[in-house]
């Protein structure tokens, strides 16, 4: 079975601030990964996924997610944080086999001041 | 645009009363998800479907059951509920198990 570990409950940054949320997953075989975030009374949304290829993976609202299998990681980052950025991130794993269904992060609530 | 909705963004209980909650998907996707989430535990999956009148038990599945009966709508049961499940809701579709997972506004439920 496949886990998913988020290194940070909580993450507080001021404006312009660079971010990096870690995100590692343990599971054997092949992988997709996911980032999912939830705006404050918003339906959770897709910020990012990965697949197969590039191991550098670009989303929406200037998110991106590198994948390093040696690391069994996919930390998000953002160069310079908004206060729109303020949400819950969750990182997911899915096993590319049979029914295998996503497994979340138990997720990162950032606060990013003004 | 995938749209998941589910029937209720708030809802009250009492101990021991038998609780649907509703949801349906407009994009004919084959899978649909109920998972709960909590505070600090993030989301934890009750139950699956991958095809109608089919259901597989998710990782928490004791107190709760589901039924697809039709493609887009997959219903989410408490038969008894209590206080425990008072909690956040979400329903989900996907075209494949696989693959990304569209979500509905969720359903808060208390249970009283």
């Known amino acids: 079975a496949q886990s998913v570990s988020q290194h940070n409950h909580h993450v507080i940054l001021s404006e312009a601030a660079s971010l990096e949320l870690g995100c590692n997953y343990s599971?054997?075989?092949?992988?997709?990964l996911f980032w999912y975030v939830q705006y404050p009374g918003q339906h959770l949304q897709l910020l990012l996924k990965?697949?197969?290829?590039?191991?550098l993976v670009k989303g929406i609202k200037g998110f991106e997610a590198e994948f390093i299998k040696s690391k069994f990681s996919f930390n998000l980052r953002k160069p310079s944080v908004q206060w729109s950025d303020t949400a819950e991130y969750f990182c997911a794993v899915n096993a590319q086999a049979g029914y295998s269904t996503l497994t979340f992060g138990k997720g990162t609530m950032l606060l990013v001041s003004p | 645009d995938v749209k998941v909705t589910q029937s209720s963004r708030y809802l009250v209980k009492r101990t021991g009363e038998k609780v649907f909650l509703e949801c349906v998907q407009d994009?004919?996707?084959?899978?649909m998800f109920w998972y709960r989430q909590d505070p600090g535990l993030g989301l934890r999956l009750i139950y699956f479907?991958?095809?109608?009148?089919?259901?597989e038990k998710g990782d928490i599945p004791e107190g709760y059951s589901v039924s697809r009966e039709k493609k887009e709508r997959f219903s989410l049961i408490l038969e008894s509920a209590s206080t425990n499940q008072t909690s956040m809701y979400l329903c989900?579709?996907?075209?494949?198990?696989?693959?990304?997972?569209?979500f509905g506004q969720g359903t808060r439920l208390t249970v009283v």
């Open positions: 989900a579709s996907s075209l494949v198990t696989y693959a990304e997972a569209f």
């Open positions: 990965y697949f197969s290829g590039d191991p």
């Open positions: 994009m004919d996707h084959e899978n």
């Open positions: 479907s991958y095809d109608v009148k089919m259901k």
């Open positions: 599971y054997g075989g092949t992988v997709n």
